[in-house]
């Protein structure tokens, strides 16, 4: 067997009907407009940023509308109460800001994680709550201890393994698992399986090819089987390489009990696609931006968010695992220790 597993942008694009290409289309024609205002902005037009203001609240309106016939999306801005928005929007402003350098970003990664955990197990999803009594500094006049009520998540995680499309996805895939770990009565480490899935940056959205290297992976397909997988990557622009890789689990036998695809941002496009193309995923995103450009990149977007939060690679020189997570330095790899172990052990054995 190849050690590549290609899947083509072709082969993407029978999962779309009628309605989906439909509703991408009105979406673009929204932001070609939207764009137009952009240009005015730039050049100091008078009353730019009102019109912009407008065309985002009208694609905003139309996105929630075209989300809500799909259950299987879960846009956070959509589903969660106003007063909660205020929070993911800060998140995605920082996140998409040049200027928001390397700690900040990863700080901003994490705070979205957190967000979109709580959305992914908690009410409406996760009604029950447990006591957890947790001990405290506190000994006089006695040894204190406080009660608080948690998601009780553990028959919702106790299946799950995490699922990390390397390399942009890697910190995020950790953060999520630190997350389960916490809110689980029994601390649960998940497993990890370590997907090496890359896009051939050369070629067009139209033309896009999607290439999982299996040499580079370190997984068990027999381990996936039945099981709950969580894959956490920043971005979800085309869907491609989600689908490349459930595709091959499939082809190879192996039947996912369900598939959570958490994202920073989704593209309409990308997240339509996955939905239609593995009937057993839920994309769950913080925010919904409305289109791709001709080269596959979300807009407005937030740049790479691989090389913003791990930082670019020299030339073919592309670091392992091990070499991605000692660039975070300590302070992340002491907070994530146990995930650092359980991937270390993934990866040697």
């Not at 009660?147 to 910190?171: F, Q, Y």
């Not at 896009?208 to 920043?234: H, R, V, W």
Request: hydrophobic share 40%; with cysteine; glycine share 6%.
């Amino acid at each position: 067997m190849s050690d590549k597993i290609i899947l083509h942008a072709s082969d993407l694009d029978g999962y779309l009907s009628t309605d989906d290409q439909k509703a991408i289309d009105d979406i673009a024609a929204m932001y070609r407009k939207y764009l137009g205002y952009c240009n005015e902005l730039e050049r100091g037009t008078d009353n730019a940023e009102e019109k912009l203001s407008e065309s985002a609240a009208a694609i905003g309106h139309k996105l929630e509308e075209i989300c809500s016939e799909e259950p299987r999306i879960h846009v956070y801005s959509f589903e969660t109460p106003n007063q909660q928005h205020g929070a993911a929007s800060r998140i995605i402003a920082k996140l998409r800001n040049p200027a928001t350098e390397h700690e900040e970003f990863l700080y901003y990664t994490q705070r979205a994680y957190e967000l979109l955990f709580a959305r992914c197990f908690s009410d409406p999803y996760i009604p029950t709550k447990r006591a957890h009594i947790q001990i405290t500094p506190v000994t006089n006049p006695v040894r204190n201890y406080a009660i608080h009520m948690l998601p009780d998540i553990d028959k919702a995680v106790s299946n799950s393994v995490m699922c990390v499309m390397l390399r942009g996805a890697l910190l995020p895939s950790m953060i999520i698992s630190k997350e389960i770990e916490d809110y689980s009565s029994d601390g649960f480490i998940t497993p990890f399986a370590l997907f090496r899935i890359k896009r051939d940056e050369s070629k067009k959205e139209n033309n896009m090819i999607y290439a999982l290297s299996l040499d580079k992976s370190f997984f068990s397909l027999e381990a996936l089987d039945g099981k709950d997988l969580i894959f956490a990557d920043p971005m979800n622009a085309t869907g491609g390489s989600l689908v490349t890789i459930v595709k091959y689990l499939k082809d190879n036998g192996i039947k996912p009990k369900s598939i959570k695809f958490i994202n920073v941002i989704s593209a309409l496009k990308g997240a339509l696609r996955i939905v239609r193309a593995i009937p057993e995923a839920e994309v769950y995103t913080l925010w919904m931006d409305p289109v791709l450009n001709e080269d596959g990149y979300i807009l407005p977007g937030l740049g790479d968010a691989g090389d913003r939060l791990n930082g670019k690679d020299s030339g073919d020189a592309q670091r392992n695992m091990i070499q991605l997570i000692a660039d975070y330095g300590t302070g992340i790899v002491n907070l994530y220790r146990n995930q650092v172990r359980e991937i270390e052990r993934t990866i040697l054995g």
